[in-house]
């Protein structure tokens, strides 16, 4: 544990998941992280949540952190813990994969575990149910979940963008995938499956030209689109002026406009007009892919030193 003096600061970024075909194997880090600063002092554990979720997440051992912190340090006691939240809860952003993350990662660094990145992302998986957005938020750019699970990094297209569409309401992802159908086609598994490896290459290789016909889903986006309020009017965007396509954001019921940086802003009014028009309150903004996933450092003294925390 870090001296009183110290404290261990995690920053976790966003994520966006599935990209379309790539059901629970595809995600994409954002520029919009939170921040968990852990510091020891005598006594019982002790949380406390600023910003998204205040108020509403828990402030004991059942907040996520908590839970992930603990399974690599056990019991919490003498912990001091500042859960600093700007990621939007219930939005399909990866909210739950950033505590738990910014957990793993705390707990790493802190007792000195020495965990591989494909260990913290196993365990990851165990807390999360999927590993998608936990992949993303802990190894940052666009990545590929491959069994294990490991992670396969599809390297970040330089001029690639997104319009991200938030709207008030919230979608669990427990109920999310309850509304997913019990029986697909294998035509549309087989067309689905074509379009995530296409999408994969383009990816990797950059032709974000090619990216629409790309993001096109057959598995869970036909019974999620009843989710995100103004899909049909943001897909209406598409192909025109700078708008590559759009996803579902996750579960929803964000949704993701892509678009070439140049572009971002323009499109970030039109879909905020095309949603207004249908009486959708939605926050919309343009985020930027994050290079980097989870980081820790130590801070409180006069030098700061990165925590050897991501394995």
């Not at 005598?42 to 949380?47: N, Q």
């Not at 908590?66 to 006691?77: H, K, M, T």
């Not at 074509?194 to 974000?208: D, F, I, M, T």
Request: charged share 20%; net charge negative; aromatic share 2%.
């Amino acid at each position: 544990m870090p001296s009183s003096a110290d404290a261990l600061i995690v920053s976790a970024p966003a994520s966006s998941a599935n990209l379309g075909p790539g059901f629970d194997t595809l995600a994409v880090a954002l520029d919009l992280s939170n921040a968990v600063v852990v510091t020891s002092r005598p006594g019982p554990l002790s949380v406390r949540v600023v910003g998204e979720g205040e108020g509403e997440l828990p402030e004991d051992e059942t907040n996520l952190v908590c839970q992930a912190l603990s399974e690599g340090l056990g019991d919490l006691d003498g912990i001091d813990i500042e859960c600093r939240n700007r990621i939007p809860l219930g939005r399909g952003l990866g909210s739950s994969a950033a505590a738990v993350c910014s957990g793993l990662v705390a707990a790493n660094a802190l007792g000195r575990l020495r965990w591989t990145p494909d260990e913290i992302l196993a365990r990851a998986d165990r807390l999360e149910g999927h590993a998608d957005n936990a992949a993303a938020c802990l190894t940052g750019g666009v990545v590929a979940v491959t069994p294990g699970p490991t992670v396969c990094s599809l390297g970040l297209p330089e001029d690639l963008a997104f319009v991200v569409a938030v709207p008030s309401e919230r979608v669990s992802t427990d109920d999310a995938r309850a509304s997913l159908p019990e029986h697909i086609t294998l035509t549309a598994v087989a067309a689905t499956l074509s379009r995530a490896v296409g999408l994969s290459l383009a990816l990797s290789e950059g032709r974000l030209d090619d990216l629409g016909p790309l993001l096109a889903d057959d598995v869970h986006e036909p019974s999620r689109g009843r989710l995100v309020p103004g899909l049909a009017e943001l897909r209406g965007l598409a192909g025109d002026d700078g708008c590559l396509g759009v996803t579902i954001s996750g579960s929803g019921p964000s949704a993701l406009l892509w678009a070439r940086v140049d572009d971002a802003d323009a499109l970030a009014k039109r879909a905020q007009a095309a949603l207004a028009e249908v009486g959708v309150d939605s926050d919309v903004k343009v985020r930027k892919p994050s290079a980097t996933g989870v980081r820790a450092r130590w801070g409180g003294s006069e030098t700061s030193r990165l925590a050897k925390a991501v394995g």
